[in-house]
């Protein structure tokens, strides 16, 4: 469910971030080596704080996105921390595909390198524009990498994704979630943004505390759906949050059918979200297609 969010402005696009790859990894943890000081000026961060607040602060649905986006730490740290690394480990309950790789997410640009668990040099990643893999088996990942390069953090980077522009809220009558009073935003999104324009998400947030307790979505990506069209409705629980250098980040996720009552169904995948952390150090190029590397088409 590739959502590009409009994240860099004409500023942006005369910044130079990235690295040429040269992590090391290992069945337990991506290393990366470092070289730089920051991804991106305190001045950006700070600019593109302050427009997405008054954005947000012009609708009902807005007000609470940033309520809640202050709850998990802050707009502010999720894009000065630096890029962030995380194991994903999408397990579905079905015997169906496993999708398991050490990520490294540029947040303010939208780019990715994922690499395998079991081979440090197979790899698949987004530089912004281009979908690329290098494996030598061709069974490395064995799903589409283009989709997925982006999917996990669209999966558990709520509420911090919704800051950009192409995005649209709407306030939903609130819902009681495990005895307590949620809020509801449904987010949808306007024509031509992203791969999958069509995806929505509902998002429920703890009345009190303003953090993220679930999310409804559906995957519409043309790729999956030829005729139009999107899988059923699917409610995914929100795991334990966890401090990641001042930012609440869920460490799992428990994603079920959607019952007609907007409550969880039947438990269809298990998501594991190990090694959190933030990289502000990657070298010029990481996440560009290195040498040798498939070129993905559309």
Not at 281 to 297: M, R, V
């Amino acid at each position: 469910m590739k959502i590009i969010i409009k994240a860099v402005s004409l500023i942006a696009l005369l910044f130079i971030v990235g690295c040429k790859n040269e992590s090391k990894t290992t069945e337990k943890k991506t290393e990366i080596t470092l070289e730089t000081k920051e991804i991106v000026p305190d001045s950006w961060v700070a600019n593109r704080v302050a427009k997405a607040k008054e954005r947000l602060a012009g609708s009902e649905a807005g007000k609470i996105v940033w309520q809640a986006m202050e709850a998990h730490g802050g707009l502010y740290k999720w894009y000065s921390n630096g890029a962030l690394s995380f194991r994903f480990n999408y397990q579905p309950l079905d015997g169906s595909t496993v999708r398991d790789s050490y990520q490294v997410v540029d947040v303010w640009n939208n780019r990715a390198l994922h690499t395998s668990t079991t081979d440090k040099d197979a790899k698949f990643g987004w530089d912004g524009s281009t979908a690329w893999v290098q494996a030598k088996d061709s069974t490395a990942f064995a799903y589409d990498t283009k989709f997925w390069a982006l999917t996990p953090l669209y999966l558990f980077g709520h509420p911090f994704i919704l800051d950009g522009e192409g995005v649209n809220l709407e306030l939903l009558p609130e819902t009681s979630y495990k005895g307590k009073v949620n809020d509801v935003v449904k987010v949808t999104f306007e024509a031509g943004t992203g791969d999958a324009p069509d995806d929505y998400y509902i998002l429920q947030f703890d009345k009190e505390s303003h953090l993220l307790t679930a999310t409804r979505y559906i995957v519409s990506y043309p790729k999956y759906f030829k005729d139009g069209g999107h899988n059923p409705e699917k409610f995914m629980e929100v795991g334990e949050l966890v401090n990641v250098s001042g930012v609440l980040l869920p460490n799992g996720l428990k994603t079920h059918w959607t019952l007609e009552n907007q409550q969880q169904g039947e438990y269809i995948t298990k998501i594991e979200i190990t090694d959190i952390k933030y990289v502000q150090n990657l070298k010029d190029g990481y996440f560009e297609a290195p040498e040798g590397a498939k070129i993905i088409s559309k």
